[in-house]
């Protein structure tokens, strides 16, 4: 598709603006499904580990291997390597809906540490405090240690947010759409730079909101 007979201002409408909102509902699809599995997997690696409220340190170990061989993996590989699994999930291994698979799996593992990290400064005090009085398992995991580790956790998703971003424009490099699959294809490719840099100034702002929202939200909760 060539683009010398169209203004800037007909790109944008026709290929940026499609672009914005593709690489937006990736980015919150698979941020929250990295979110949850995230959750899942590091109050797993919480309660099963030595000393933990359902220690078990076979399943620790084994979770533990599998999120450190998943972080191991840079993005593009990830991607490549697990295609068959893609075609599996979403019946295609191109496009918007594929692109959600590789980036939950190698989001997941990050928000899982996240998780795990910011439930692991909850004081323990408060937790032998919380058993004294009889509360369950799962009362200590949601209203002791999830609650107090809350502006950690919110702190540490929006690092992991921030990555995801990164990672949907590294999605566009195999047909995933989005604004990194312009910027490679219209801008990089067909020597259009001020398609490139219009791009990376929107990156930049996405960057720059979802870092100031959780300072906001931060601080608001702390």
């Known amino acids: ?20 909102f593709a690489t937006l509902r990736m980015l919150i699809i698979s941020g929250i499904l990295s979110t949850l599995f995230g959750f899942l997997l590091g109050v797993l690696l919480v309660v099963t580990e030595k000393g ?4 078990n340190l ?17 993005f ?6 697990i295609i068959p699994l ?8 191109i496009g918007e809906t ?19 990290n910011s439930l692991k400064e909850v004081d323990p005090a408060l937790i032998e405090a919380a058993q004294s ?6 009362q200590i995991v949601i209203k002791v240690m999830l609650k107090e580790s809350v502006p950690s956790i ?20 195999i047909g995933a759409g989005g604004l990194g699959a312009v910027a490679l294809q219209y801008g990089y490719q067909n020597f259009n730079q001020q398609i490139m840099y219009s791009i990376v100034v929107i990156l930049i702002v996405m960057v720059a909101f979802i870092q100031y929202f959780g300072d906001w939200l931060y601080k608001k909760i702390k």
């Open 86 to 93: 893609t075609r599996l999930i979403a019946g295609t291994s």
């Open 58 to 74: 076979i399943i620790n170990r084994i979770f533990d291997f599998v999120v450190n061989t998943i972080r191991s993996f840079p």
């Open 1 to 20: 598709m060539t683009l010398t007979n169209f203004t800037f201002t007909e790109i944008v409408k026709m290929l940026i603006v499609p672009a914005f």
């Open 52 to 55: 933990g409220l359902c220690e």
């Open 133 to 138: 009085f009889g509360a369950s398992k799962k």
């Open 154 to 173: 919110i702190s540490g998703l929006c690092l992991g947010i921030i990555n995801l971003l990164g990672c949907t424009a590294m999605a566009g490099t």
């Open 76 to 81: 593009i590989i990830l991607m490549i390597s």
């Open 98 to 116: 594929a692109a959600l698979v590789p980036l939950t799996i190698a989001c997941t593992p990050f928000m899982a540490r996240i998780f795990q």
